[in-house]
């Protein structure tokens, strides 16, 4: 098998400058570049530069992949708008994820090594298309990825079967969140349990009203600061006035405290959820052999009907298939011959049928191929 690596990034924050296309253009002759991205694949050779640094100097989202297993995926946050205690709740028990800090950003790396993975090829560019939400979720205060990587922790056995999940639940998931669990392949059976029950307090989207009258109830020097820093372009500002109003919601809509479960019970509930799937795909299985199997049961009486309506002829059609001495004609008349004995022993005349069969086996004794394949057909 041949080697093939896949690199992306991409700058969501700024795009990039031509002096720093220039410099990303001494790394990678053949790289596509442009005003927010490098995107570059290798069959033979290597990537000359350093994704960290790339991420440090350039780029918020990157994304790698290679056939024989490792993928990863690198966020870059500022530092400001995340909770870095909570972060590293979530990531206590895994070697796959690491946290740096470059200058006011945070970034974070998720690998993984050794997948098995489906074929990759032409159409990874959809990727990190699909992944990319998840840095604006997780600056809006939703933290669900890194409970996706516990569940990473999870299923190598690096957390104790006592130890608790770090939130109530998942759901319900985003697109993105589904992405990443198949990207990374996590175990879907102990995705759906973690799934199956909401985290608290993830930011969705209140009623325009609601969000109206949580604005107004911010002090007014507040909100001017906020609109000056968005009106002069800051970058986050918007961000911040957002998870301000979502942290105000959630205060104002606080749920009752949901128990939370512990590693053995999501992997009970995943080995019940993954019997009951084996189950349903079982019987579908089971019913479309039936389905296929009727099918080809109504086509057979077709066909036979057809021929009993030949007659004899059709014993010349098998001498003229013979006579052609290729495969393909001794395919079709082994085929009929299959047919014509299926019509005798419906009639009842299986006798007869020997006799002209015997009789063609005789006279094409000679054609070894054509008797090969009378055998296979028993």
Known sequence: ??????????????????????????????????????????????????????????????????????????????????????????????????????????????????LELEDVGDDNAGWLEALAPLRADVLAGDLRLFYLTWLMAVETDAVESDQLEPMPGIGPLTEALEAFAVFFGIDRDLVQAGAERSAANIPNDAAPEMVRRTIAAIPDTGKIDLLVRIFDGELHASLELRAMVQAR?????????????????????????????????ADLAAAQRRLQMEAAEKARRVRLDAIQRQGDSVWTDIENEIGRRNPGGYDKAAALLLDLQALAERQGTIEAFRLRLQSIQERHAGKGRFIERLVQLG
Not at 42 to 60: A, C, N, S, T, V
Not at 262 to 277: C, D, G, M, N, P
């Open 1 to 114: 098998m041949s080697e093939y690596q896949y690199y992306e990034f991409r700058a969501i924050d700024r795009t990039l400058s031509q002096a720093d296309r220039q410099a990303l253009r001494a790394v990678s002759s053949r790289a596509r570049i442009t005003a927010t991205s490098f995107t570059n694949f290798y069959e033979w050779g290597d990537f000359k530069g350093d994704p960290d640094e790339f991420m440090e100097r350039w780029f918020d989202l990157h994304l790698y992949l290679a056939n024989w297993g490792s993928r990863r995926l690198m966020i870059k946050l500022p530092a400001g708008l995340v909770d870095r205690d909570r972060i590293d709740a979530f990531l206590a028990a895994t070697d796959d994820v690491m946290l740096s800090t470059a200058g006011e950003n945070l970034i974070v790396s998720i690998a993984r090594e050794e």
């Open 249 to 281: 919601l959630a205060t104002g809509n606080a749920t009752p405290a949901i128990a939370l479960r512990t590693v053995a019970e999501l992997q009970a509930h995943a080995a019940e959820i993954r019997l009951a799937r084996e189950r349903a795909e």
